[in-house]
């Protein structure tokens, strides 16, 4: 298996535009985690899903993020519209019964 | 709920010297924990886990970890320190055993000195 992969792997954007991360998790995988990680705050969980249904979504931030996982092999974290605060790297993890397993990130630059 | 504390935002220890990364963790099931490692710009890699299977756990890299139940602890240690362990580790706690979320500590920044 590939590992989770995520694209883009850099994004920089202005102000007020949409953004969108995606994610694919290791096949088989059951659990998919939305991680934002900064200097400031750290690593911080934004939301999660069990075979697609989202389960805890109390750390995103505000109603300008959203999450979707239409399938098991995908899921999208959106951003509208993004602020500079919004400046991050995003991890995807993926999970079945023992550890998670993450992506290399997405770097997040709004401008 | 599940919790976990890493004591110590940055270590810093000479070449050669012993690594020790603290852990204290909170659980309300018997735990699954796990040690993470960063390096810069990268993603998150698993260096070792416990799943209540033996106690000293053996990792990648010449890591290993001892869950002591009695102390809520599972410590990060490594006999001699490498230039290439410097990264950033962190300690998690699965919030349902074999499933759901994992509680990871804030992390420790560890540097190595030549």
């Known amino acids: 298996d590939a590992g989770v992969i995520q694209s883009p792997r850099h994004e920089v954007t202005e102000m007020g535009q949409e953004v969108t991360l995606r994610c694919k998790p290791i096949?088989?995988?059951?659990?998919l985690f939305w991680y934002r990680q900064t200097m400031m705050r750290g690593l911080e969980l934004l939301i999660y899903f069990n075979n697609n249904v989202p389960i805890d979504d109390s750390g995103m931030p505000e109603d300008r993020f959203s999450a979707k996982m239409p399938n098991a092999s995908f899921s999208t974290l959106k951003i509208q519209p993004s602020e500079p605060r919004d400046s991050a790297v995003y991890f995807c993890a993926s999970r079945n019964r023992g550890e998670a397993f993450f992506g290399q990130g997405t770097r997040l630059t709004v401008v | 709920a599940q919790s976990v504390t890493q004591l110590g935002s940055h270590v810093s220890v000479s070449e050669g010297a012993l690594v020790l990364l603290r852990c204290n963790y909170s659980?309300?099931?018997?735990?699954?924990l796990f040690w993470y490692v960063q390096y810069p710009n990268q993603g998150l890699q698993l260096l070792l886990k416990y799943t209540s299977a033996a106690t000293l756990v053996k990792g990648i890299n010449g890591f290993e970890a001892e869950f002591k139940k009695s102390e809520t602890s599972f410590h990060l240690t490594k006999p001699s320190a490498h230039m290439s362990d410097a990264a950033e580790y962190f300690c998690?706690?699965?919030?349902?055993?074999?499933?759901?979320?994992?509680?990871f500590g804030k992390g420790t920044k560890l540097s190595v000195k030549p």
């Open positions: 659980s309300s099931v018997p735990p699954y």
């Open positions: 096949s088989g995988h059951d659990y």
């Open positions: 998690a706690v699965s919030d349902g055993g074999s499933q759901g979320n994992l509680i």
